[in-house]
Every structure is written in C-alpha cells, then in structure tokens.
C-alpha cells in the first residue's frame, strides 16, 4: 500500500514569487494535515483539512492557504514567497473522526526562497 | 494549550549505551502519546505510540510508557546502535475537537561506534 507522497520533493523560487506543494494522503484516510519544519526548529502546525474543509489553522500568515480535492488529495499555497518560508513542508495523512488513531507522515517538500 | 517539552540535545551516546530522552506534555482531557523519528534527509515515521494511562508502546527495542501521574512519556533503548542515530520528537495528539498533532523540539541522537 502506498505511503504518503508529496511532490515535489524539492523547489526553489525566488522572493516574492507563489508556491504550490501537493500531498496525496494514504489510501482510506480523509484527514490531511500541513506543519512546516524551518532549519534548526521543530514541526510547526500549519493546515488541517478533513472531508474537503479547513478544520484548524495554525499561527501563521494567510499568504499561506490550501485546500483539499474531493479525492482528499491536498495542495498548499504560499504566495509572496519570503526568504523564512525556507523550510521542509511536511504532509500527514489520518483516518478521519476522533478517537485512537494515528498520523503518517510524506517525505516532505524542501522549498528554498532565493 | 496543549504543549509537549522535551529533552533538548544533542546527545551522543557510544553503541550500545542505554537511552533516555525526557518527554513531557500538558494537555486537558487523555491525549494519545507518540514518538517519531526522523533520519537524515527523510521525512517523520512513527515510532511507537500509547493510547491511554499506564499503556506501554514498543518497537525496534524502544519503549515508552504513558504516565498521566507525572504528565510524562519518556523514550528508552536498552542499547543503540550506529543506525538509531536521528532526531527523535515527541508528539501528542489532543483529544478535543480542533484535532491536531503537538510536537516537542526534538531531540538529536548521534551513536558512536
């Protein structure tokens, strides 16, 4: 069974210019879920989307958006990219509902603002 | 809000030394508990997890046990190789409605042969 995919695996832009990240979750799960690992920090929660819709936002800018396809793929948007969006862009699958379950992780997308 | 500390690093640890990186979390309610790892250049896997009080969570020789007395989930290897060396984060998730996963800082393991 496939994993989480992200593409791409890498992107570089240039200051001021839009990113736009995919994420297809695991097979089944409906949930997906953005966090953004910058160099030298920890995983910072960005987006939730769970059957199409935002669930739960993170502190960050609204230049940063997203949305979630009716096959519950994901894509997220940065616009007026910024030399700190550089970061490792991580993406995560879940069943959705609340109860025991778990979080499976892509392999992330490395964007570098230049 | 809910917020998970833990042991800052780096550690460096001979093989086969035992291991602990200190976790603990605030959070109302009966969080789920997780560690993840994550090797150079590569994305978050699952480590092992517990679910409720007093649930032990195992794999690869890890363990971890969830302890709501003192707010804690501490990672331990009985002995580490050269290949465990990676950045170790625990995560919980909470269990209220705006649903999602809180990571502590990391904690970067490097094994020494």
């Known amino acids: 069974e496939a994993g989480v995919t992200q593409s791409p695996t890498h992107l570089i832009k240039t200051r001021g210019q839009q990113a736009t990240l995919r994420c297809s979750p695991i097979?089944?799960?409906?949930?997906v879920y953005w966090y953004q690992q910058a160099l030298g920090l920890g995983l910072q929660f960005l987006l939730w989307?769970?059957?199409?819709?935002?669930?739960n936002r993170g502190n960050f800018p609204p230049r940063f958006s997203g949305r979630q396809f009716p096959n519950y793929s994901s894509e997220l948007n940065v616009n007026a990219l910024e030399l700190e969006d550089s970061a490792l862009y991580l993406c995560?699958?879940?069943?959705?509902?609340?109860?025991?379950?778990?979080?499976?992780f892509g392999q992330g997308t490395r964007l570098t603002v230049v | 809000g809910d917020s998970v500390t833990q042991m800052e690093g780096p550690v460096t640890l001979s093989e086969e030394a035992f291991l602990t990186i200190n976790c603990t979390y605030t959070?109302?309610?009966?969080?789920?508990l997780f560690w993840y790892v994550q090797y150079p250049g590569e994305g978050l896997q699952l480590l092992l997890k517990?679910?409720?009080?007093?649930d032990k969570g195992s794999n690869k020789g890890f363990e971890a046990t969830y302890r709501k007395e003192t707010t804690s989930f501490h990672l331990e290897k009985g002995s580490v190789q050269v290949s465990d060396s990676a950045v170790y984060f625990c995560?919980?998730?909470?269990?209220?409605?705006?649903?999602?996963?809180?990571f502590g800082s990391g904690t970067q393991l490097t094994v020494l042969p």
């Open positions: 097979s089944g799960h409906t949930s």
């Open positions: 995560a699958s879940s069943l959705s509902g609340t109860g025991n379950t778990e979080a499976f």
């Open positions: 995560a919980l998730w909470g269990s209220g409605s705006a649903r999602q996963l809180t």
């Open positions: 517990a679910t409720k009080a007093d």
């Open positions: 959070a109302t309610g009966y969080p789920s």
């Open positions: 989307y769970d059957e199409g819709e935002e669930r």
